[in-house]
């Protein structure tokens, strides 16, 4: 009821006496033309359009009276091919995915108005509050389909990354400061959209699933949880790995040039199955280590069924995606070991193993649009932030780290014994040197700095203009090194006002106008502010006026505070912008049935 009373737009009304055309919409007859026209009478939830239904006593409602509510609860939907990364680090195809949940607990699915809704437990996305600007891990409780409208949207990021949804999908933008929600068909390009900077890990161990002995075949070691070493292990595979089954052969192997690398595969494939491996070299110089036991294929294939495919459709397992940070970072050092073309300029045609040379990128490169998307989170999963690129002449996708994570990534990645390292390392320098505009904040951000800097009475130097009149980002190195002169200036006005003792002391010290000063003091005009300085009124009317002048000052240096503190807050999340949005025909690849 309260709710009611304070929303611009809200309706209130009992479940309990509420039908599904009283929520949603009646065929009226109509009194005009004799009775023979109807006519629709809004319900509830239509009358709440874009505002608050209130709706009390839910579990008294009857269920077929619930299920009017789903379709306009549940209309935001995704295109059933999007990827949704879930918290224990599957990547699944969402309508696939939901399909699988409703053909197995067929009786449990609920009917609505046009869609198809299933309780779940034991299924966890990953969500950003935006309050807090926090990234956390969160449970499902239903997934739904709908059916397929006649277009879709598709919007696509400055990271390389696109999403595919139905016209009235919300999508999180920056709106003057502010983060808000738009229609993904009423969004335009150029706008910027918040993402998080890191996804959360997992501190509790990921279970393997065991492999019972068969008949003769060789046992080994199987380990019964993920580790450091058997992630870059699955690294080194996924980059340069291979299995095969033919007839009683079974094994998975790794193929290199570099004998530091290859020693370290032996290694770790002992400590951790306990095997050695059975080496060919080929004309190229060219070693490919085998390890063959058919128990070990088997296990590999339960476990991490993505790394066994070839090259085209290689994955990184959902388990590895859902482990510790630690073990992600092996996986990467074992992957980017294993690639050798992670190092190496954009544009060249360096051969196999000659990466580094004129290097001006770091890359994972893959044949694999759904690998180079794995390879992004996994990064992200350590802070480290990355686009995708498609590259038209090699037919490869390649996941390019930014600039700015540029130093951090060669931390953690680049192993010091890799012959790159040192060229890595030049080119970190070289990136930490070089200005770049990829970690930004919105242009709204440059106006609020401008703002902030009136409020403290700091001269405008015309820094910030160009981006407020052009539209583009400003860095996010920028912001703190401009918010900190500010916290600076607001403090030194605070000290300063305790020795005021006439109104025209208040308005130097806060470096306002007359103007200014007027503006926040109720009932007073500029040249009353003047004339008040000139000695002009009582003595008692002036120290009335320089008391509510000290006071207008402190509630703005508290509101400037806030402020500073909301725009350093905002540094917290990454801002992408929005180079393209592109209707979706229903049709060809694209036409579905439902979606999600």
């Known amino acids: 009821q309260y709710i009611r009373e304070i929303a611009p737009r809200s309706v209130y009304t009992s479940g309990k006496g509420s039908s599904s055309a009283g929520l949603t919409a009646a065929a009226v007859r109509d009194d005009f033309g004799e009775g023979q026209q109807w006519t629709l009478e809004a319900g509830a939830l239509v009358l709440a359009d874009q505002g608050i239904a209130a709706v009390d006593e839910l579990d008294k409602m009857r269920s077929e009276d619930q299920s009017a509510m789903h379709e306009a609860l549940e209309q935001q939907s995704y295109h059933p091919n999007s990827e949704v990364l879930l918290s224990d680090g599957r990547r699944v195809e969402i309508g696939p995915f939901v399909d699988s949940m409703m053909d197995a607990r067929a009786d449990e699915v609920v009917d609505g ?19 807090e600007n926090e990234v956390e891990k969160v449970p499902v409780d239903r997934v739904s389909r709908h059916e397929a409208p006649e277009e879709f949207v598709r919007v696509s990021f400055s990271n390389g990354r696109s999403v595919t949804v139905t016209p009235e999908h919300p999508m999180f933008v920056d709106s003057d400061g502010e983060v808000g929600t738009v229609d993904a068909a009423d969004l335009s390009e150029g706008e910027y959209v918040p993402a998080p900077r890191k996804l959360p890990n997992s501190a509790v161990p990921v279970s393997l699933e065991d492999k019972a ?41 790794f193929s290199n040039q570099d004998e530091r690398l290859l020693a370290r595969a032996g290694r770790l494939m002992n400590d951790v199955f306990g095997l050695d491996s059975t080496d060919v070299v080929n004309a190229a110089g060219t070693t490919t280590k085998r390890w063959v036991s058919t128990k070990l294929y088997r296990w590999f294939e339960s476990n991490f069924p993505g790394v066994m495919r070839k090259s085209p459709e290689k994955r990184i397992p959902g388990a590895l995606l859902g482990a510790s940070e630690e073990e992600i970072r092996r996986f990467l050092v074992g992957a980017f070991a294993g690639d050798s073309e992670a190092l190496r300029a954009p544009d060249s045609r360096t051969q196999s193993g000659d990466g580094g040379v004129e290097s001006e990128a770091m890359s994972f490169s893959t044949a694999c649009h759904g690998l180079a998307e794995d390879y992004a989170d996994a990064l992200l999963k350590l802070g480290i932030a990355s686009r995708i690129h498609h590259d038209s002449a090699e037919d490869s996708w390649k996941t390019y780290v930014m600039g700015d994570s540029t130093e951090q990534f060669v931390d953690a990645v680049v192993d010091p014994a890799d012959d790159r390292y040192e060229k890595a390392q030049a080119f970190a320098e070289r990136s930490n040197a070089t200005e770049r505009h990829h970690d930004v904040l919105p242009p709204s951000a440059a106006e609020e700095l401008r703002s902030l800097k009136r409020l403290l009475g700091v001269p405008l130097d015309g820094r910030f203009r160009p981006n407020v009149d052009e539209g583009y980002g400003v860095q996010i190195s920028t912001v703190r090194e401009a918010v900190e002169p500010l916290r600076d200036r607001a403090e030194t006005v605070r000290s300063e006002l305790d020795a005021v003792t006439m109104l025209s002391e208040a308005r130097d010290v806060v470096g306002w106008s007359g103007r200014q000063l007027a503006e926040r003091l109720p009932g007073i005009t500029t040249s009353a502010v003047h004339y008040a300085e000139n000695g002009g009124y009582t003595t008692q009317e002036r120290n009335s006026m320089r008391t509510a002048a000290v006071d207008a000052i402190i509630d703005a240096l508290d509101t400037a505070e806030r402020r500073l503190d909301d725009l350093e807050s905002r540094c917290d999340l990454r801002s992408y912008r929005v180079p393209e949005v592109e209707p979706v025909q229903h049709e060809g690849d694209d036409a579905c049935a439902w979606v999600y």
């Open 113 to 131: 108005v046009g869609c198809e809704i299933l309780p779940v437990d034991e299924v966890g996305v990953h969500t950003v509050d935006i309050d």
């Open 213 to 253: 002995h068969r008949g003769k075949e060789r046992d080994i070691d199987l380990p019964t949880e993920m580790s450091p070493d058997l992630a870059e292990i699955l690294g080194l595979l996924t980059a340069e790995g291979h299995s095969y089954s033919g007839g009683r052969t079974h094994e998975i192997g």
